[in-house]
């Protein structure tokens, strides 16, 4: 079987899967380009010559035919790999570095990668042509998302962000979880985690509790309710740990914060 499309169109090699461990990788290269997807985890990209960048969670790296390249792994997690000639598109500059892409937000296209990166290796013409055609889709995507101009993905990240932030000040008291932020604006956890801590100088996760903590303090300032209403109302499920948050964040007890409200007895 040929390893080059000779109709221009990229060629399917192998597809595989793997999961990362925390720690830095080792050189390696491909006979053709590698595209990866990184389901989970994060960390940076290096070449040997030099060039290197940061990956997050959900997003996708290309690394060059004959490049050697490794990984550096911060978080552990799972890579999806598809490994391929890049066929007719061998002219695009982007194809021949290494970079990455950014994160992926269509849907469609993860699970086409992660199809693919399934698929192994192809045995008869006909799987082969249909996974050339697959790939070649892909990797047309994925060039028209490099292309985009920056502002424009700039401009969706800041909305994104602006989302979670006004989602995490509406439904504090219901939101389980930073990933659950992320969900809704349509984002991976650990780039949420790394782009919100950028734009608004905290975590999601430490924005979270200080809108809680916020609302509880008004609640023992102006109303009459138990501190363990409160605290269960504002989503603290552990009456304790809610009085540590609280102290940590006012420098006062609830109780002391209660004295001083419109509705507790006053000194």
Known sequence: MTTRSKDGMARFLVGFSHRIVAGRGRMHAHDGM?????????GAGRA???????????????YGAGLPHAQDNTRAGQDFCLVLHRGGMAAAPEFGRIQNVGLLVDDCLRQEILSLAATRIVHDAR??????????????????????PGPEKGDRCDAALAAAQAYIQAHFDAIG???????????SPDYL????RLRFGVSPR???LRARLDHARDLLRHTS??????????????????NTRFKHHTGMTPGSCRLVGDHGRRP
């Open 193 to 196: 985690r790394h782009r919100f």
């Open 206 to 208: 430490d924005s979270l």
């Open 48 to 62: 040997a010559d030099g060039s290197a960048f940061r990956f997050f969670s959900g997003s996708v790296s290309l």
């Open 34 to 42: 590698e595209v990866v997807f990184h389901a989970a985890g994060e």
């Open 225 to 242: 309710l138990p501190q363990k209403a409160i605290a269960v109302q504002c989503g603290f499920g552990n009456i304790r740990y809610f």
């Open 177 to 187: 979880s930073v990933a659950e932020v992320a969900a809704h604006v349509g984002l």
């Open 127 to 148: 799987e082969q042509r249909i996974c050339d055609l697959r790939v070649t889709a892909v990797l047309l995507t994925l060039l028209e998302l490099r292309r985009r």
